[in-house]
């Protein structure tokens, strides 16, 4: 699935796994695959290669806090690789990588 397919407003950041000598990202999320009609979040991974950079602010008190109504307010991924945001309740990612993709675990 392509990245700027999906909608992650509302969503929670559930983990975040670094394979330094891979250079390999992933974020565990749960995100509502339709956004104005799916009652519930589905699983997913957000899976960089190549990375050449992450860097992460976030207050973790904030994050549990706002899981309920979701903890990521929206991202701008990169398409053709270069840095992606994403922008949390109170924080934000930003990981440079060569790809990202999505997998969903629906």
Do not use: C, Q
Not at 12 to 32: A, C, F, H, Q, W
Not at 65 to 87: D, E, F, L, Q, V
């Amino acid at each position: 699935m392509k990245a700027e397919e999906i909608e992650l407003h509302d969503a929670t950041m559930d983990g975040l796994s670094i394979n330094y000598p891979k250079r390999r990202v992933e974020l565990s999320i749960s995100y509502y695959p339709e956004a104005e009609n799916s009652k519930t979040r589905v699983p997913a991974k957000i899976v960089f290669k190549g990375v050449e950079n992450v860097s992460e602010v976030a207050n973790l008190i904030d994050l549990e806090r706002n899981r309920s109504a979701g903890n990521i307010a929206y991202w701008h991924p990169a398409t053709k690789g270069g840095t992606t945001y994403i922008y949390l309740v109170s924080g934000v990612l930003a990981i440079t990588a060569k790809s990202v993709k999505v997998k969903v675990h629906a």
